[in-house]
């Protein structure tokens, strides 16, 4: 066979195959940016969580962290550029324009792409709530960068590439992911994944004003109005203090009332387990592990869950797992920090009445202090 003929030989697959050098184009790409979700007028917490992580990441390269603030002009913006630097930036980016004032798409993407293209991140940062992930998305495909949604843990290689860890296959295995050749290196993270920082006094520090350089009438959606849900009655389990959850041990759907009755006397939310919420025994609001939310409470009680990955890296941050099971060797044990091996729908209810016996009315909203 000729030379000519001969198969090209297949480069090396993984990471080994990739370039680890990067274009000169993308050389003085530098910084650490964290995007500072504003919504009529309040700060999603994912965003000062994000600052907490953005500031260990900044710290390892040796550079700035920076906080993104996009808004409306007036004091509510200004509240959340001041709070930036409270929660451990160096410098904020802040665009002010009216058409700012509702989260759109096309006015967000132009003033984080504009941002970008100025001023030139390496990293990246968006919570991976409705609207941050409907802006990174946006945001990457207009960079032509590459975007790692629903990190669990970040952090910066030897090279100084960003090491985004996520669950894949269905929460089975935890998988590195990098983008070596392009920039900025994006992700998102969901709330609770990350512990929130300590908040300091500090001063307002440099800011950065840029200008939108988009007309309402360049924008194809409008608003027409604003319906609130804070009325839909929904869990808030990502931010819950106690909760309580049940899994497929309760063997019967009747059997989650002990759940609730317990998170009832100890003032706790309740939750469940993924294979529930697929049998409709909760509805997905209540479901709790990497496809649900994510919790950081002081007090988690597991009941009857098996503890499977994708449930575990949606409660390890929580303070203290108390896990309830039948089986000596559910995964839940190998991560909770006390064991009770029994039965949950007899343990349930005399631990309620203990509760409710021990804990006047006044007295159960200090169980989690």
């Known amino acids: 066979m000729s030379s000519a003929n001969r198969e090209a030989p297949r480069p090396a697959s993984g990471r080994a195959g990739t370039k680890k050098e990067l274009p000169d184009h993308f050389k003085d790409y530098r910084h650490v940016w964290v995007f500072i979700e504003l919504e009529r007028g309040q700060v999603h917490p994912v965003s000062f969580e994000l600052l907490g992580e953005g500031r260990k990441l900044a710290d390892k390269l040796g550079v700035a ?82 975007l790692t949604a629903d990190c669990t843990e970040l952090d910066v290689d030897m090279d100084g590439s960003l090491a985004a860890t996520r669950p894949t296959f269905g929460g089975s ?104 919420v697929q049998k409709g025994w909760l509805s997905a609001d209540r479901q709790i592990g990497q496809t649900g939310k994510t919790i950081r409470p002081k007090l988690y009680i597991a009941a009857g869950i098996s503890g499977a990955i994708q449930h575990r890296v949606g409660v390890e941050g929580a303070d203290l797992i108390v896990a309830i099971n039948t089986d000596p060797k559910a995964p839940i044990f190998d991560f909770a920090h006390l064991g009770i091996i029994t039965d949950a729908i007899r343990f349930l209810p005399a631990l309620t009445e203990a509760f409710t016996r021990r804990l006047s009315p006044h007295s159960r909203d200090k169980l989690a202090s």
């Not at 906080?67 to 665009?95: H, K, M, R, W």
């Not at 967000?108 to 990293?123: G, N, Q, R, S």
């Not at 988009?214 to 194809?220: H, M, N, P, R, S």
């Open 65 to 146: 962290l920076a906080g993104i603030v996009l808004g409306p002009p007036g004091e509510t913006t200004q509240s959340a550029v001041a709070e930036a630097f409270a929660y451990g930036a160096d410098l904020v980016y802040n665009v002010e324009a009216p058409l700012l004032a509702d989260y759109r798409n096309e006015p967000f993407t132009k003033a984080m792409t504009d941002l970008v293209d100025a001023h030139k991140p390496e990293i990246l940062l968006l919570g991976a709530t409705t609207l941050g992930r409907d802006l990174a998305g946006s945001v990457a495909t207009t960079l032509k960068t590459g």
């Open 173 to 276: 295995l935890l998988c590195t992911i990098y983008t070596l050749n392009y920039r900025p290196q994006m992700a998102t993270v969901r709330p609770r994944v990350m512990p929130m920082p300590r908040r300091m006094d500090r001063p307002v520090g440099r800011v950065i004003r840029h200008q939108l350089s988009v007309a309402e009438d360049d924008i194809v959606t409008k608003v027409l109005g604003f319906l609130p849900d804070s009325q839909s009655g929904k869990a808030n389990l990502a931010y819950a203090d106690v909760v309580v959850a049940g899994g497929l041990g309760l063997g019967a759907a009747e059997n989650l009332q002990l759940v609730k009755d317990l998170a009832r006397a100890i003032g706790a939310e309740h939750g469940c387990s993924r294979p529930l």
